[in-house]
Structure formats: C-alpha cells, structure tokens
C-alpha cells in the first residue's frame, strides 16, 4: 500500500484535572477540575480555537476504583464529577464548531432515551453531537441498577448491537422534512413522513416513533472504543469512529488493516469509519525539559494507586499480596474487558516488567500511547502512524489540563500544520463534515429519492 | 386565618410555542420552536431578566397524542422537541440567576440516572437546578420502554415513592466538604465523609454512592404535579414545590390547607412546601383587547384537536361518537391521571358544558386557570388566591410564545410589583434561596454537627 496523504483528526479527551493518574496532584492542576463549569468551558474554547474537531468526555455509572482496593481509593481523583449529558449540552451553548462527543453505556440505559438525548444534543448544538457507545464492566455500577452482578463479555455486546440498532432506528423516526408547519392548513407534520420503528428483539421492545426531530446531522456520530474481537465486530457494523489504544506501529497498522476489513461485509467503505487512538503526550521544548516534566508527574504516583491501576487493567483481580518488584502473575481471563487485559500483559511480557515498573509505565497514559519529547519527535511518531495507515487521527489525552492542552496547541500542532497534516481552519458545519463522515441517508427513504 | 403578606413566586413554563393548543397556528408563534435553541435562550434570558424564580419544562417520552385519534394528530405541534435535561444545561450556560425546572418521570428512568443528572446540572449552574418528579400514565410511553401497558395508578405511585426516596439518599452520598483535595498528602477525599446508600426496595437496588459530589443547593429542588390523594400524599413527603390545577378560589384553598395540612406527620414544616398553580394569562392593555387575543386563538382550534384534547383530559377514551353539541357523557374511572379526570368533569358539569364548549373553556390553559383581562384585573385574581392562601405564587403558562412572556413581564409584573407582591432583583443566589426553600441537612450528618 503506497503511503497515505491528507489530513488527520484530532480529538481533544477532557480528563478532569489531566490524563496522567496522578494529575490531580500537580502544581498546574486545577484540583476541583471535575466539578468546575468554568475549566471546561476554558477548554472546549482552547480545543475549538486549536480547530480540533471534538472534546471527548469518557464516563462510568459508578465511583470508579470502588472494584479495588479501599485505601488507594482516597488518592483517586475521577471519584465524583459532572454527568456527560449534562456537560456537553452546557459546553454547546458556550461554543461554535467543535465536535462534543459524550460516553453512556448500553448496558444500564433504555435505548430510547439515549437516542432522544444525543438528538435533542445534536439540535442544540446545531450538528456537533457523537455518542461514545460503551459496554459496562464493573460490579460496582451494575450494583447501582439492581443488579448483583454486570452482564457477562457475550451477552453485553449482544445487547449493545441491538441497542445500536433501535437507536439508529430511532433517529430515523422523522424524514428531515416531515414538519412542515402550515399554519394555514394546521398540518404540524406529514404523516407519511413519520416512522414508527415497532422493535422487538431479545433485549428490547421499542415502539417509537422517537419524540425528536431528525438530527442535523441524521444522526449523531457514533463512536466505539472496544478492541476485543467481538468489540471490532460491532465497532465494524455500527462505529463511525473507533477510539482505540495500541502501543506499537505494528500492532496499529493489523488492527487498522483489520477493523476496516470488516466493513464491507456491512455494506460499508472504509472510509465511513475512523480510527482515532489515545496518545497521550508530554512536550517540551527541549527533550529534557519533556522528560522533567514526565518525571515530576511520576514522582507523585502513591505506589498503592499504581498497585490499584495495574490490578484494574488486567482485569481486576487482586494483585496486593504479589510482590512490587516482582512480575505480574498468571492471571485467569477476565469477564471484564479482555482486549485492556491481553493489552496490558502482553506488554509486561514483552518490556519484562515488574509489577512496579508496569505501573510506572503505563500509569501516565493508563494504557495509552505515551509519547515524550519535543514537538518534532512527536509529531515524527503521529506523521508515521497517519501515513502507513495506522491511524485516522489521534484522541488526544493531555497528560495535566489546562496546560497540557495547551502546550499540544502551542507547540505540536504547529509542527503538524506545518508538515500540512493539521488543518488551519474548521471547513465543515457539522463534526460529521469535519470528519469526512457523510451523512447518513434515513432508512426508510428510497434509495434514489 | 389572617390574610397573608409578602411576596409571590413566579414561574415561566415554557411550552415551545405556547400554552393554547393551537399556538403554534399564531401569526406571532415560532412554529419551529421545540427545536429552535435561539428561542428557548430569548425566552429564558427574558424571563431572567424580569425576576422569575425559574422556568419550567414538561415532559414525555412518546410523541404525544399517540393515544388519541390519528387525524389530529397532525395539527399537534408538541410532537418532536428537545428532552429537557440536555436544553437545561445548554441554558444555564447562558443565564445567571433563574432557576432550571426540567420533567423527567419516575415510570421508565433509573433513580441513579437522574440523581445523577439533576445533580450535575445543579453544579453547572451553581445552584438552580429543579426536577419535576412525574409518573407516566399514557400506554404509548410504556411501549419506548419494553411494556405493553403503563403501571397502574397505585404502583406507579409506590414506584415514585422509592424513586424519590433514593435519589434523595444518593445526594447525600458526599457530605460538603468531603473532597479535600489535599495535593500535598494526596488525598483527594475524606473517606469517613463518603456514604453507601445501599438501598434495597421493593423497585430499586441502588448501592451508591452517587459519582457526583454534594451539589451547592444540596438537593436539587423537588417538583410535583400531583393532585390525587396519591399524589398529594407523595407531595407531602417529598416536593418543596407543587405545581397544580385549581379553577376556583374554594378549590384552590381547599387543596393548599389539605396538602399542607399533610407535612407535619412527615416532620416537615408548610414552608417547606411551596404551591405554585398553573395560570393561563391572556393580557391587554384593554379588557377588550384581551378578548380578541383569546377570540383569535380560539378561532384557530381545529374541532378534531378540541376533541382529542377532551379525550386526553377525561381519562383517554374515545369520545369521537358523542355529538359535539352535547354533553359529556359518564365515563369509568381512568387509570391514567385521575386527579386531571376529575377536575376536568367538574368543570363540565359545573358550567354545564358541551363537549364542544368543553374544548372551548380548556383548550387555551389544558386544564389549568384561565385569566383573560387587564393587567390589573389578572393581578386582582392572583392577588385574592396570594393573600387567602389559596396560593404560593404560580406557574406562568403565556398562551403564546415569545409574545405571551413579554406581555407578561411588560404589563403584570409591573402591577404586581406596584402591590408590594413580587421581587425587584434577585435577593437568593440559588433557586432554593430565592423560593425561600431551606437547604437540606445531609442525612448521615448528625443534628447540630
């Protein structure tokens, strides 16, 4: 395949005080970030001016670390914090054009208020709204929805692709111009143009018609982060963007040849999906400077919250009685994410780490692309995973926020703009058309119509 | 009882073209409306700007009218609009001080969801944020939502009861100050001042603790519609505010002594409870121009739409075969709204009322209190049910929208304030303070603590 050219994607993922675990700690970090309205709104202005195309808020239906240990809890920063919904509706009054893409799990929502909510976002924000299609997999939130244990691997996937489906249904309730508003006549809509979906399937029975209008975009973007085998299957029926974490050119290059491969037999083109991964970078304007700056952050890691990390990762199995400084053990498959879990051994394998050194390692971007250096080198790696079709474009994970969004604006997307990797301007109306996503066409309108 | 002095509270319930069924029909309506985000800012910048406690949003998860004949169906226009919660936040970007009052129904949500939710628009706007707790009795909803029939009255009701009951546990998960956010220590929270709710009820299994810290009003305020002796009693147990129906001073009274009368053996105080019933104001500057307003409006009801509106408000059943020019006949008691029945049957009865005169009386208000007159003849109305305690301020429903809030604030709110009755200026940072609401006590911390 002959190197690609164009342009890539960029999303900027809003971690409250900053993607490094100990973020929070920093001297830069605004410590309340996660329930301060004023430190999104300064970043999603930061993120539109830099015209990347979306903010991206990751979410949980439950106080994340309450599946480990209790004491290392207390260090945890993402305990508390503002609802996506919520947010990003918020944000969409405060901005223009960038893309607001917010997670809710299949696995504890009714399909019909997913849909209704991403719709009513997607009209306020006038065509700016992706959804974050997730699979939850921690006890402790599926104890928050009566339930003693969460969905096993098979069964939530079942139940995401048929969520993915009555919702996309959903927001095909309406053709674009069903309302015509006559006064004169008093027809508020045309009948003809109304669809009642009637679903009935293993896991939902949805009537509709959905009690919002088609979207400006048709429908909001969808975006997917699962890896596993069965995520990539979704992800290649239903995802419009794939969010992904591969360490290594490799491994991004398979997955990218793999997941595209999949689309055709979904009667799609691999260009209706992009694939956008993590990494998480700390720029300098020298490579030392890049590398303090890592180290500082590291310094602040408590050893019990790396213990915590690494045992979260690997699938949640308690690793407190292995020694640190010793390797990870063997560990059963997990019924939690398996595509983090084989991730995450695989390389402790292959850098043979210790328990310790695997937190130290991953603890930043917390399974991430970590990337370190100057604005040159790091673009250097962006540059060669964009053109050998590894990547899309790339979700940026700012290591401490504000700043480190900041900095990845001041001193690396120059460089990219520079190599013309990078637009200098927003040239869609929508995140779709920024994107290169075309809008979907409503399924019960003829073809040709 | 001694007459009462003070002041009255106002709500703007923003129906998206106005409150009279045929609005959107209105030379003056913006048709377009329910999904026209310009408009809801105007309006809640002008309610903003003339003093109103909050705005207030209904309500349903169905298109409605789907339970009603299919021809009128056309001529509705509150068939696709924005889901409160997302346009909320997006308004409380652009506001400052009014409060935030959105409906979300206990029938078919998770109490995590909303506490969730509610919580988190509380935080984005600094203290005004308002859930209008309903239950949900049309078939068409429970068919989004994997039923073939809504719960009936009582369930519905024993289901709002534990709802409520969690959604005020899971507020409480955190006390104030339990994120400490101790940089240096790393310690981000206390973990003696976080709390497990651990509910298990005959509905919910809900273990907490909430993923959203302690919102600055404590609990959002609690709104409901209620006016059945379920409905009543569940408002005596858990809503600071009620918004209700009452056509007559007698009724209004009556109901405001019995549903205060009910707080004390919950160990509540009747301040705690504010009565806020609807009024559907028609304004002129002459009594005479307020006529032809009304007249105008009424002229643009289609019959088909007046009797599907009968239909609705009589319990659903299908009255299509009764002569328009005839009365009501007797109907079995419903099991939707029954207190919405009942009210609506005394009114035809009292009045002795066709069908067609029936729509004619309540299509403009839907039920709710009609003033047609002056500015000082409104005032004279509100006044006598304010200072009788038949009331603690109203629900504001303008027939047309934007128009209707503007001669609102521009001709009433000015006699009102002449009277000593309603605010200059906002005295309360938060919705509570201003309603005059205490902010509650976390349950888990110990009285005088």
Redesign the interface.
Known sequence: MSKRSGQLRLGAFLYPTGHHI?A????D?Q??A??N?RHY?ELAKAAEAAKFDLVFLAD?????GDSVD?LS?????Y?????P???L??????TERIGLVGTASTS???P??IA??F???D??S?GRAGWNLVTSSNE?EA?????DKHFDHAERYERAAEFAEVTAGLWDS?DDDA?V?D?AQ??????DRRHVLDHKGRF??????????RSPQGHPVVVQAGSSEAGRELAARTAEVIFTAQQTLEDAVNFYADVKGRLEKYGRHPDDLKIMPGVFPIVGRSESEATEKFEELQS?I?PK?GLALVSGLTGGFDLSGYPLDGPIPDLPETNASKSRQLLTIELARRENLTIRQLYLRIAGARGHWQLVGTAEQIVDELEERFVNYGADGFNVMPPVLPNGLKDFAELVLPELRRRGLFRDEYTGRTLRENLGLRRPQNRYVADGK
Chains 1, 2 share one sequence.
Not at 143 to 147: I, P, Y
């Open positions: 100990a929070w700690r920093h001297p970090a410590a309340d996660g329930l309205f709104v949980g239906v439950g106080t994340r209790f809890r207390t260090a945890h920063s305990v508390a914090q503002f609802e919904i919520t947010l509706s918020a944000l969409a009054a405060v504890f929502n009714e019909y208020h209704r909510k719709a009513s976002l009209h306020i006038g402790h104890k928050n929805f009566n339930r309406w309302f508003r006064k008093g027809r508020f809509f045309d009948p939902f029975q949805v009537k509709g018609p959905l009690n919002v209008a602040l408590d919250v």
